[in-house]
Structures are given as C-alpha cells and as structure tokens.
C-alpha cells in the first residue's frame, strides 16, 4: 500500500493533529466537532449509501468544503466516495483500520485549506490506481481528464524515492510532472501530512527514514508552495521523531505557560482591539500560538523564555489599506520595535505570503509580535497553492485554447521547471534542487527602477544577474550595490538595492570562476550549461587568464616615466631622460627646461605653479597638488608659470575595471583609436576580480581628453576613468 501508516502514537499531540492540539489555536471560520476517522472508516465497510445522498462518512469534508465553496457542485465527491471505497473494500492499514480512512483524511486536510472540488475528487482517488484495480481510463470517463491528470500525477509521485539513493532521472520526471500542476504537489503533501500524523507504530528506524525524507524534501517544498499550514505540522512531526529529547522539553515548556494565570498575550491583544475600535477600524485580533519548532528556535535564540515568546497576535482586516491604517494606530499608540518591522505586501515572498510584521514593547520589558493582514492574505499564507483553487482555469472571456495556463503561479515553481529545462543532464538538476531545498530563508533585493529580485541568502550579484537577466547574465562585467561598485563575488543583503553592469559584447562569455560564487540553481545551471556547451572556449578561459595575468606582471614592471622630480630621492638617470617636457608652458625663467610633474599631470587649463628643482628646471603642478604645500614647507622657490599657445598635451589616467580576457587589448586600442600615445603604464596585480591601470598619454590637442576617456569607459569590464589624482599629504 502506498499510505502504510498506522494510527499516532508519537511522543504526545502536534498542533493541528485530528486529535487535537496541546495549546490553544486561532479560532477556526466555522466550528466543527473533530471527526474520529477511525469510526468513519469502520462504518464504510457496510457499503456505499444509497445513491440519492452523499454518504455520512464523508459528511464532515462536505462540511469543510462548504465553508469555502458554499456554490460547490458535491456530486463528484459523492461519486468519488463510492468509487474510493468499494476499490479499497477489504484493504486496511497496518493498525486494522480500514484503508478508506486515509484517503478520507487526506480530503478533509485538503477541505479545510479551501482546496476546490477537483482536487478533493482527485484526492478520494489517489491511491485507487496504484493499489485497486480501477485504471486511468476510468477515471477520466468517469470524473473527466482535469481529475484523471492529478491522479495520474500522485500515482507517479508515489514511486519517487526521494532519499539519497533517488534515481535523479526519475525524480526529475515526477517533479516536472508536478510542476505543471501544482495541484499534484498539493495532495501529496496532504497525503504525507496524514501519514505522518499515524507514523507511530512503524520500526523507529522506518520513522527515521521517514522523517529525514520529510524534513529534505517535503517540508521545503510546502514551504516554497505556501502551504504553511501543513509545512509546520510536518516540521512538529520530524522534530517528535528526530529529537524526541528536545521535543519532550518544548513540549513541556509549552505545557507550563499554558497554565500560567497571567497571560501577556491576552492582555496586548485586548488593548489593541481597544486602539482599532477607538481608531473605529474593524478588525478581528488573535492569539496565534507558535507551534512546537518554532518555541524552540525562539529558545535556543534568547534562552529563557517569557510568556509573550509563546505566540505572535494576528490582526485581520478587511481591505489592504486598512493594514497600513492598524500599523499607523499601533505604532502611535503603543510602543513599536522599529527594528522588527517587515513590509511583505509591498514585496510578497517567493511563495505569495503577504502580510505587515511588527512589535510592540510591554512596560515589563516584554516584546510581543504582530502579523497584520487581511483575511484573503491570511488564507493564502495559511494554504498557498492551494487557496487558488484551480489556477489552469482559463477566465471566461479568455480562453486557453486547451493550454494550460497558470499566471499565479508561485515564482519558484516557475523557475523549477526552467532549471529542468537548462539543466545539462538529471544528476546536475537533481544536486543543484537539493541544494536549493536546504536554503531555508529568502532576502529581496531592490532593482533601480524599483523592482525586486527574491533571492536565497547568501546569494551574490551572480545570482542576482542571472535572475534578472536569464543567460542573458553572460555579458554582466559587474555591479553597484547600494551606490557603490562591487564585484560579482559581493554577498547581498535583505534591502540591498542592486544596478548590474552590462557589457555590449553580444558574444560575451561567464568565467568558470563565477560558478564559486553562484549559489541558485538558475546561476549555476546557466553557467555549466555554457561551459559544457562550449568546452573549447571554456578551456581557452583558462589559457587566457595564465596569459593576461603573465602580461600584467610584465606591466606591472614598467614604472610611469613621469615620475615626479620633485621627489627628494630625485629621478633615477634613465627615467629623468624620458621625463615630458613641457613645451605648452611658459615660464618666468625663460630659457629653463619645463617639466610636467608626474605626481598630478596637469593639462590645459588646470590651475598650475611651478618650482624650482635640481639642474635649474622648472617643474609643474596642479595648484591643488599635495606636492605643493611641501615644496612649500621645504623653501622651494615658486616660480611664475602659464599655459601658452601650444595645445599639445601629456596626461596620467586611472581605469578601474573588471577581470576578463582580452581586456588590456582591447583599451589601448580604443585609447590608440582616439590619437593618444601611450607613453608609459602600470598594471596593478588584480584584487578581488578588479584591477587597476595607470596610463600617461600624450594628446595632440587636450580638447581629445574628453572623449578620450569617454572611449576608455566603453570598454567592456571598465567602470570608471579618472584623471589621476594629486597625491594626499603624507602618502
């Protein structure tokens, strides 16, 4: 049997468990007596009811389906019931019970998240086909193709083997089958929930086996659809089986506050209901207790705990504004925590959640937690996928043409089925969704135009091009984070706003060495995919990089021959023979040698001094020049100097630009392009994948300065250009 659980006996009561939770929950939208399945399941042996009405043991999902689809059509779950029942007519589950009451209970799960009738048909049939007789061909004659493909997806799902030993290639081909509907995941999440819930009296090392599938696979997975609901039953169940010692302490720790006569939760809320009523917003205000794993993460963070670390309040209103109206009251009238403050309905999560977070500061010193949203944001971040209802619907005045259409979609499963696509073979998809599945948290960066980008944390300006931008990332040469150049390698932060550099080489390449810095399946598929498609290039990479770091140490050994002779150590012979001489300057000396001083270069029409130096030369300087106040101080005597007709010029500048192959050749042939020789350069040993080039030119006329750097700066992997600067005092 595919569900082979038998009734709970883990170490106490989950939250959310039919057999009711340890603390007390939010009040549910309609109140139900819980439904003891096993009763239920025992009085299906005796057949199917009579024809005209739904049977009893399926009343209470016709219940819960009713609360969020009163218009609903039950003749598919009345006719699904029969179906389900009369095939698994003999099966039980290991405990004795019969086996209907699993996919009953899988139903209700799905139910009471709001899933659409479709779904809850398909989830009374979801084990029919593996485990009765009834095939696919009478599903879909009975209950239509929509019902046939998501019973046909559960089917494949259930023989995935998600564990270490998965077969890549199969694994693929379910979650693919799931990605397009994510209504297949939907269920087999419930059906997983259902199972853990009655996983008690399996062999502990099956728990185990069971409980670590769960927690790698499964609980990411409901978390990235949105289904919070069963992600933290299904986290409270792992942690039981997993850590049974620290299960029993939180447990424990939540079983003494309950019974503590004061209650600071109860207390904040009601002042805020009395701050919304006053403010006359309505607005429903609840305790939302924190189930078991979160306790105990907030207990491992802030050590003893205090009653208002117990639970968070939810505050449910009517309309958008209305949040930003309950946060203004709060934040006026009681004593925020600014730092606690998150906007998730500006920019919702990956997985659709929207809601305000905040805090409040108690007199006591007790700090309580504040989700504010409106009720149909609360149903999406309680179910996710599966409050869409049937998200392939086409709308009535746009048909899909038979296309199955999904623009709710949440963004990862979008995403899941693109990596799928881009991924070089299974093995490398497989590894690269794991990875995926272990980020647990997610940072939103901003773009320039206001966008946004939601990335895992830790990811880094590669992972942001690439979710920007597809492969088209290839051509990124950089970025600016927060205002400010950064490599590719930068990790971001939540709140980062982002500018990506792009280069116009069309045929641009990504470094192998990108793939160290690239933490999202869509960065690293996109690269490997390059690289495995063009395995000649990318060994070139290789071969280029020895080449230009061999070049640039040969650079980097030959010295500007602008030195400044100035300097109290004085020029070295053969520097002071190559040193510019300064025929566009006039001097108050006539007859004496002009030189240019190489410490700030100065061209027409800076502001220029000069001095007298060794051998009766005159030496030039821009007037801001930190080499003035020294000659100054050292009793140079200044001498008159200015600019004459002459408009030939020699310049120092500075390019600043990223690591990539071919780039020393093709700047000084852009600079040779625009007339300038190049006198001398300096190629500074790269550091963290940028690198630093000092060049002295001279220009036939300093009007050529300006688009001189201008073509310096279109050079792909250079982000600025600058005059070289006149040296700081001291330095």
């Not at 769960?214 to 933290?232: C, F, M, N, S, Y």
């Not at 499963?413 to 272990?438: G, I, K, V």
Request: glycine share 6%.
């Amino acid at each position: 049997m595919s569900a082979e659980a038998t009734n709970s006996v883990t170490p106490g009561p989950m939250p959310g468990a039919v057999s009711g939770p340890v603390t007390p929950t939010a009040p549910r939208r309609k109140s139900r007596p819980r439904i003891d399945l096993r009763r239920l399941g025992r009085a299906a042996l005796l057949g199917p009811a009579a024809r005209g009405r739904l049977p009893d043991a399926i009343s209470h999902v016709v219940d819960a389906h009713r609360a969020h689809h009163p218009d609903a059509d039950l003749e598919p779950l009345r006719r699904a019931y029969v179906l389900a029942e009369s095939s698994h007519r003999g099966q039980m589950r290991k405990s004795g019970e019969p086996y209907i009451t699993h996919p009953l209970a899988v139903t209700l799960i799905l139910a009471e998240l709001g899933a659409e009738t479709t779904t809850l048909t398909a989830s009374l049939l979801h084990d029919t086909v593996e485990d009765t007789d009834v095939t696919l061909d009478q599903v879909r004659d009975q209950f239509g193709e929509e019902v046939r493909y998501l019973v046909d997806g559960v089917t494949k799902l259930e023989k995935v083997d998600y564990g270490a030993a998965a077969e890549p290639e199969t694994f693929r081909k379910m979650l693919v089958a799931t990605g397009n509907d994510v209504r297949v995941m939907s269920i087999k999440l419930a059906d997983r929930l259902h199972n853990m819930r009655t996983l008690g009296v399996m062999r502990p090392e099956k728990q185990e086996r069971i409980a670590k599938v769960t927690r790698d696979v499964l609980i990411p997975l409901a978390e990235r659809l949105g289904v919070q609901a069963l992600k933290t039953e299904l986290e409270d169940l792992v942690f039981a089986i997993l850590r049974p010692e620290e299960y029993a302490h939180t447990r424990e720790l939540i079983v003494r506050n309950a019974a503590r006569a004061d209650d600071p939760l109860a207390e904040v809320a009601d002042e805020v209901r009395t701050v919304l009523r006053e403010a006359d917003i309505p607005a429903e205000v609840l305790i939302r207790p924190r189930h078991f794993v979160s306790v105990h993460r907030v207990s491992r963070k802030r050590g003893r705990l205090r009653g208002s670390d117990f639970g968070r309040l939810l505050v449910l209103v009517n309309e958008d504004a209305d949040c930003y109206g309950v946060l203004g009251e709060l934040h006026t009238c009681m004593t925020p925590v600014v730092s606690e403050f998150k906007d998730f309905i500006a920019v919702p999560k990956f997985n659709l959640y929207q809601s305000l977070h905040t805090a409040v500061a108690r007199e006591d010193g007790q700090v309580v937690e504040v989700l504010i949203r409106t009720h149909q944001m609360h149903k999406v971040a309680e179910a996710g996928v599966v409050a869409l209802g049937n998200p392939y619907a086409p709308a009535p005045d746009d048909p899909a043409d038979g296309e199955r259409v999904d623009p709710t979609r949440p963004g990862w499963l979008s995403r899941l089925l693109d990596w799928q696509e881009a991924a070089p073979d299974p093995d490398h998809f497989w590894s690269t969704l794991r990875e995926d599945l272990a980020q647990d948290r997610e940072i939103t960066v901003f773009r320039p135009d206001g966008g946004t980008i939601g990335l895992p944390e830790g990811a880094t300006c590669v992972d942001a091009a690439y979710a920007q931008y597809g492969e088209d990332a290839h051509a990124c040469i950089g970025a600016r984070v927060n205002g400010r150049l950064a490599t590719l390698s930068t990790v971001l932060k939540d709140g980062d706003t982002v500018q990506l550099l792009m280069g116009q080489d069309p045929a641009s390449e990504p470094s192998r060495e990108w793939l160290e810095h690239a933490h999202t399946p869509a960065a690293r598929i996109a690269i490997q995919r390059w690289l495995a498609a063009h395995p000649a290039q990318a060994e070139a990479q290789q071969t280029e990089a020895r080449e230009d770091r061999q070049a640039e140490e040969r650079a980097a050994a030959v010295r500007p021959a602008t030195a400044d002779p100035s300097d109290p150590a004085g020029p070295a012979p053969e520097q002071a023979a190559v040193r510019p001489a300064g025929g566009n300057v006039l001097t108050d000396r006539p007859g004496a040698p002009v030189r240019l001083a190489g410490c700030c270069t100065p061209v027409r029409p800076d502001e220029i001094t000069g001095f007298a130096v060794r051998g009766g030369a005159v030496t030039v300087h821009r007037v801001e020049c930190a080499a003035v106040a020294r000659m100054k101080d050292a009793g140079r005597a200044e001498v008159g100097v200015r600019w004459g007709e002459a408009t030939e010029c020699r310049v120092t500048l500075v390019a600043e630009s990223f690591v990539r192959p071919h780039l020393l050749a093709d700047l000084t042939e852009a600079m040779a392009l625009e007339g300038a020789e190049i006198v001398s350069a300096t190629v500074e040993p790269p550091t963290q994948q940028q690198v630093r080039h000092t060049y002295t030119v001279q220009l036939p006329d300093a009007a050529h300065l300006p688009a001189l750097m201008r073509a310096m700066r279109n050079v792909a992997g250079v982000y600025d250009v600058t005059r070289a600067q006149p040296q700081t005092q001291g330095g």
